[in-house]
């Protein structure tokens, strides 16, 4: 590893094109909802009892939780995931260590 950031903003990423990441981050009305590894997403998910669907893009069902326009249950995860302990927790942890390959939205 080379040890650089790269930021890039990727919309509608399909599965293997989110998998080449090794952290993102996923945003919501200017605030974090989500920033660690790809492959810690769905444990995530899990822990605020939204886990992905069998045979569903990940990042798809990430956007449908974090975007508030799609009703009032997605406004609600946004607010959990925004408020998450899980996430202070990673955002921390990545902040500290100053590393990271990826970052979407």
């Known amino acids: 590893r080379q040890q650089r950031a790269v930021v890039a903003v990727i919309h509608q990423p399909s599965s ?3 998998a080449l990441f090794d952290k993102v981050m996923f ?13 810690e997403i769905p444990m995530f998910l899990e822990s605020i009892g939204e886990p ?5 893009n990940l990042a798809d069902h990430m956007m449908d939780l974090i975007n508030d ?7 609600t995860t946004a ?3 925004r408020n998450s302990s899980s996430l202070e927790d990673a955002v921390t942890v990545a902040s500290d260590s100053g590393s990271g390959s990826g970052s979407g939205s």
């Open 27 to 39: 945003l919501t009305r200017g605030r974090v909802a989500y920033f660690g590894p790809v492959n």
């Open 16 to 18: 293997s094109v989110l």
């Open 52 to 56: 992905v669907p069998q045979f569903v």
């Open 69 to 75: 326009d799609f009703g009032e249950n997605a406004k």
């Open 79 to 81: 607010n959990t995931m």
